[in-house]
């Protein structure tokens, strides 16, 4: 049985801002019900405390350079049997709101400092040089807040073996260089070869250029991270770590997203029963203030608001769209330029397009459930998780074709439709015309109430679970062990 310590920023429902969490909260879940031993170590960030039942002291510790002892607090994933260790360390993680920008939407002026702490506190665990009796075989880090965590593991000889999962490669945790002395970082990690990417301190890289095994979370993401237009200047690096690298689909946590039951519907619904599907429509409908309407096609859209998720392409589209009969939802936020167009539009489109700004878990829930289609026009997206809830949910997901979105969505095209093998609509150029025009090959799929309901219950008999994907995470640690 593998002893293995994530590594994370975020773990749902202790933290989450996106699907981070999300997988951090489910996949030790699946690999414990599969015989591993997972634990989990995160920050004690203020919002985590106060969902931290039951959390007690368990260990002391003093990383190097930093002024005060680190408490170890010790529970479980709430609701799960998985150990977690949060780290108490109040100057660092007892702030409020998101845990990587402060209230003005900067990045914390100390995250170098934040994040190394987690680290440090991971490479104490990972060679026991803590009063716990507990050492992982594998440490599984996540993103560039876990990134130091391989470099500082690699300067040792009796180590466990490494493993680092890229969610998302663009962000990558870069600082000053003078950043690099202050954490203590010795001189031979200073080279471009090492955690050096033009003059700055890269966290990422620690991650990308010393972890035994890499992965990312879906094949297509793995393929175009290798390519200059994804790469985010790694490109050349993660070419040269090919071989070591694996793109693992990401799974969902089929309990917490399961529309027979979602407490948070107004009516729970089954591919069986799948006529009770329509009263969240009409309660998402109310809730939006849109005009109650059974057959009006409802495009709904949950998500970051920020580059990545194309929301310039729908800006773009807006114009078209509104022309169209249909109505569209829209939760989230993120950068404010963003925000503001999105309310803006909504302003002045009458009818038919409703945006809630804001992060909010149960809403999310209700607006997979009551929309007949699911949005997601990102331009580049790691594996994206929303059109996973989507199918599960038989909404349809009309996406673009790129990274996991080309892995789990496929295009109703006629010959698909007549295999019953589609399960959205998916479309290529990153332009507001093609996602104009997805639009409008779902609508026309959307009158054809029979084909209709065929494809969303197609996308309903999918299976997402995290099985599949948990026994090629094991594999993988079972490889990293070898090759350490
Ligand atoms: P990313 O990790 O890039 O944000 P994913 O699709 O993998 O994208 O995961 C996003 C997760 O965060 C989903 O669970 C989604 O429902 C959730 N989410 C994003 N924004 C919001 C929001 N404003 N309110 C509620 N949930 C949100
Ligand atoms: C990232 C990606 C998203 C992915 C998630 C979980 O935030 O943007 O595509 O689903 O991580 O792996």
Redesign the pocket.
Known sequence: MHKVLFVTSEAYPLM???????VCGSLPVALESLGCDVRLLMPGYRDTLARADGFEPVARLQPPLFPHHITLLEGKLPGKRVKVWLVDYPPAYDRPGNPYYDPYGNDWYDNAARFALLARTAVALALGRTSLSWQPDVVHCHDWQAGLVPAWLSLETRRPATVFTI??LSYQGLFPRDTFTALGLPDTLWSSEALEFHGALSFIKGGVVFADRLTTVSPTYAREIQSPEFGCGLDGVLRRRSRSLTGIL?GIDTVEWDPAHDAHLSKPYSAHRFRNKLANKLALQKEFELPPDPDMPVIGM???LVY??GIDLLLGAIPKLAGMPLQMVI???GETRYEKALEHAAAHAGNRLAVRI????A??HRI?AGSDMIL?PSRF???????L?GLRYGTVPIVRRIGGLADTVVDATPANLRAGTATGFVFDPAEPAALAAAVTRALDGYRNGRQWKKLALNGMRQDFSWRKSADAYIKLYKTALHTR
Do not use: I, W
């Not at 997206?381 to 059109?387: K, S």
């Open positions: 989450k801002t996106g699907g981070l969490g999300d969610h998302n990401n949950v998500g970051r990545q998720k939760l989230g936020s804001g992060y909010d878990e809403l999310a997979v997601m997206e790691p594996c994206g998780l929303n059109q809830y």
